[in-house]
């Protein structure tokens, strides 16, 4: 029988758990420093911009003095940018990710295809914004409308929606798929109502990240020329338009201190409307995720 040295084994065990708070403290430790800055910015925001949070702010245009500068026309144009943003980049992604897990061959073109999709996930937003200048903006001569910069837009999210979607479809059982091809269904119909059913939870928190990022950004608006102050709403996808990180960052880029009190009124608007966008999606998410 071998011998065993108890008090080493203690004494290793005792070692052990040493390091184990030492970790414990230090992640504990990361995630209170990151939650004591995202609540002081909050708070300084709040504090700052809640003053100016009026119906006349949500209902005036932009203006060069403070008291009269209001966010309609950066509210309108991102809610019209969201509404090109959304069904265009998650109906691309969605389909691409289906037709990599669902349908393409398992080979050295798809793995490379996979892997240049996850890189460009990290592509600096200024290149997408590039990219948007040359093909819609100057190519296809749609200026700085609507349809260019939600099209610009959906470029930036779209490898984040696709890597989301692809993980979300390959987390669905290999089982269910079976069981629906052995009741006589075709690929098709396995899509449509078991797995994408099955996915959409995973789906739509990627898209979720996505779009927010979308509304969020601002160098690839300022790459194709929307303009930071209008004073008309657009009436279509091919008008001009202003966004809500566009006004904000004109605000806060005055030296005048009344306009940093203006710009986190904005932020409290954008932060508004992403929330009200994260909650939609979180329902649709959850009521999903109770039926699978």
Do not use: C
């Not at 403290?25 to 708070?43: N, P, Q, R, S, V």
């Not at 880029?253 to 939609?280: C, D, H, K, Y």
Request: charged share 15%.
């Amino acid at each position: 029988m071998r011998y065993v040295d108890h008090d080493l084994v203690v004494k290793r065990m005792g070692g052990r758990k040493i390091v184990n708070y030492l970790f414990k403290g230090l992640f504990m430790l990361a995630t209170t420093i990151a939650l004591l800055a995202l609540a002081i910015l909050l708070y300084r925001i709040v504090t700052q911009g809640a003053g100016n949070l009026s119906w006349e702010f949500l209902n005036n245009f932009a203006s060069r003095f403070p008291e009269k500068a209001g966010i309609k026309a950066a509210l309108i144009g991102s809610l019209w940018l969201m509404a090109v943003v959304a069904p265009t980049s998650i109906i691309l992604g969605v389909g691409s990710a289906i037709y990599l897990e669902e349908y393409a061959k398992k080979n050295r073109m798809t793995a490379f295809i996979r892997t240049n999709i996850s890189n460009l996930a990290g592509v600096p937003s200024v290149v997408f914004g590039l990219l948007g200048l040359t093909i819609f903006v100057r190519a296809l001569s749609l200026g700085n409308s609507v349809l260019a910069a939600g099209f610009t837009m959906s470029l930036l999210i779209l490898p984040v929606i696709i890597v989301a979607a692809q993980e979300a479809i390959r987390a669905v059982p290999n089982e269910l798929r079976d069981a629906s091809l052995g009741m006589g269904a075709t690929k098709w119909q396995t899509i449509v109502r078991i797995i994408l059913p099955a996915a959409i939870p995973g789906i739509l928190t990627g898209s979720i990240l996505a779009l927010s990022r979308a509304i969020g950004e601002t160098a690839p608006l300022i790459v194709i020329g929307v303009p930071v102050i209008i004073q008309f709403l657009p009436s279509g996808v091919t008008d001009t338009f202003t966004a809500l990180p566009m006004q904000i960052y004109d605000w806060s880029s005055r030296p005048q201190q009344e306009f940093q009190a203006v710009a986190a009124a904005g932020i409290i608007v954008l932060m508004a409307v992403l929330l009200t966008m994260n909650s939609i999606a979180a329902l649709i998410r959850n009521k999903f995720q109770k039926r699978y």
